[in-house]
């Protein structure tokens, strides 16, 4: 059997994942607390490596890993395209504009807009493509704060429930795009290594169509 390494994304993202990958025997027990530890062998070979959510696509990409797991929101800012065979389904949140209640966005033609995010690609893409000049303000947290402050006009950021929005007075002003995670490949891998790979692939496809019927 040809081995495969995996890279998963910390958090809670792994619990999520770890049941797909269990149903098509891609696993190792100790992943369910993994501790400190990144690198986990199975008695096949497999390797699994347990990263920030935001390595995973280098990892595939350069061939660290032949396939992992990531969030379209995190696939979205990678600046190379790669292959995602699978969406798994889980993880949903969605990228969305927020403001303070009260101030939209129209209603000042011409001005350049300062958004706060930690997503600069999409919400550069995402205004640009409306017409409307920005300057991005790079954070890494508290993205809410930036508007009630005057730091910034709004915030572009991944909304679970909405809840933190609104204890700090903001809105949704527009949905970008829904995010869930998917399966990406290392395109060399998938040639390379197609013959384990295309069965776990659909395996993952009917394990994912199988939770979402659950759910």
């Known amino acids: 059997m040809t081995p495969l390494t995996v890279a998963f994304a910390k958090g809670k993202l792994l619990d999520d994942t770890l049941p797909l990958f269990q149903a098509i025997g891609l696993y190792h027990p100790d992943l369910a607390n993994p501790g400190r530890k990144l690198l986990f062998e199975n008695a096949q070979g497999d390797r699994f490596l ?3 959510a935001t390595d995973v696509p280098a990892y595939v990409d350069y061939g660290g890993a032949d396939l992992g ?7 979205m ?7 995602q065979p699978v969406d798994l389904g889980i993880g949903y949140c969605r990228m969305c504009v927020a ?10 033609p011409g001005t350049r807009l300062r958004v706060a995010t930690k997503y600069p690609r999409t919400a ?17 947290g508290s993205m809410e704060l930036a508007p009630l402050v ?24 527009e949905t970008i795009w829904e995010s869930t995670a998917r399966v990406v490949v290392n395109r060399a891998s998938m040639k390379i290594k197609h013959g ?20």
Do not use: W
């Not at 006009?153 to 933190?164: A, Y």
């Not at 295309?198 to 759910?215: H, I």
């Open 69 to 75: 797991v990531a969030g379209l929101d995190v696939l």
């Open 150 to 173: 005057g730091m910034a006009d709004c915030i572009v950021d991944l909304v679970s429930t909405g809840q933190t929005l609104r204890e700090n007075g903001l809105v949704e002003l």
């Open 50 to 52: 347990v990263v920030r």
């Open 77 to 83: 800012e990678y600046p190379d395209d790669l292959y």
């Open 196 to 215: 384990r790979l295309a069965p776990l692939l659909e395996g993952l496809r009917e394990a994912a169509a199988g939770l979402k019927a659950r759910s």
């Open 124 to 140: 550069e893409e995402h205004f640009l493509a409306k017409g409307m000049g920005v300057e991005i303000i790079k954070l890494y």
């Open 99 to 108: 403001a303070p209640a009260g101030h939209g966005l129209d209603d000042r």
